[in-house]
C-alpha cells in the first residue's frame, strides 16, 4: 500500500460511505474496527496500516463520531463519512 501522503482520502472515504451505506457503524471504538476492517478486506493493507487510515481520516473530518466516546450513554451513537470535505 502507499504511503498516506499517496493517498486520496476523499476517495477513500467515498468507498468507505458506500461500503456503510445502510448501516453506519456506532460506537467509537466498534466504528474505528469496522472501518479498519473494511479497509484490510478491500486493500489487502495490514491492519496496521488501515488503523493508521482511519486515524487520518477521522484527523482530517472525513470521520467523524456523532458522540462523546467518555460517556456510556452516547455509546451507540453512529458514526458520520463525509467524502465531500474539502482537505
Known amino acids: 500500500m502507499r ?10 472515504a467515498e468507498e468507505l460511505r ?3 451505506y445502510s448501516d453506519p457503524p456506532v460506537g467509537y471504538l466498534r466504528g474505528k ?3 479498519r476492517d473494511a479497509l484490510v478486506q ?8 488501515a488503523e493508521e487510515l482511519v486515524d487520518t481520516l477521522e484527523a482530517r473530518g ?8 467518555n460517556r456510556r450513554s452516547e455509546a451507540d451513537t453512529p458514526w458520520d463519512i463525509d467524502a465531500t470535505r474539502a482537505e
Open 33 to 35: 474496527t469496522a472501518f
Open 62 to 69: 472525513f470521520l467523524r463520531f456523532g458522540g462523546d466516546p
Open 42 to 49: 478491500a486493500h489487502g493493507c495490514s491492519s496496521t496500516q
Open 18 to 20: 458506500r461500503f456503510f
Open 3 to 12: 504511503s498516506i501522503d499517496e493517498i486520496d482520502l476523499a476517495a477513500l
